[in-house]
Nanobody, 115 residues
Framework: QVQLVQSGGGFVQAGGSLRLSCAAS????????MGWYRQAPGKQRELVAA???????NYADSVKGRFTISRDNGKITVSLQMSSLKPEDTAVYYC?????????WGQGTQVTVSS
């Protein structure tokens, strides 16, 4: 069984910064990518950023230049450094691990950015 445990997030004023972290544990032999998704009220879950096992990164256009994803394959952790936060970044953020066959999800973390 695979578990993803998230930490970080919270409340911040516009222009501020927050950091999210996610640690994976369990029977993980390999994975294709780890990343972060978010879901705002009334909206679909969307990709924020992802990093492949070989290091290639992918960002949503709305966060490019403001968010940075990083990982530690040795510990199977992924982090998201969020800067210059905007009210529209307010959402529940979910950590994701994709094995190529299946997706695993963290418990979700609320990020609230006030204007």
């Amino acid at each position: 069984q695979v578990q993803l445990v998230q930490s970080g997030g919270g409340f911040v004023q516009a222009g501020g910064s927050l950091r999210l972290s996610c640690a994976a544990s369990g029977s993980i032999f390999s994975f294709d990518s780890m990343g972060w998704y978010r879901q705002a009220p009334g909206k679909q879950r969307e990709l924020v950023a992802a990093i492949a096992s070989r290091g290639r990164t992918n960002y949503a256009d709305s966060v490019k230049g403001r968010f940075t994803i990083s990982r530690d394959n040795g510990k199977i952790t992924v982090s998201l450094q969020m800067s210059s936060l905007k009210p529209e970044d307010t959402a529940v953020y979910y950590c994701n691990l994709n094995t190529g066959v299946r997706d695993f999800w963290g418990q979700g973390t609320q990020v609230t950015v006030s204007s």
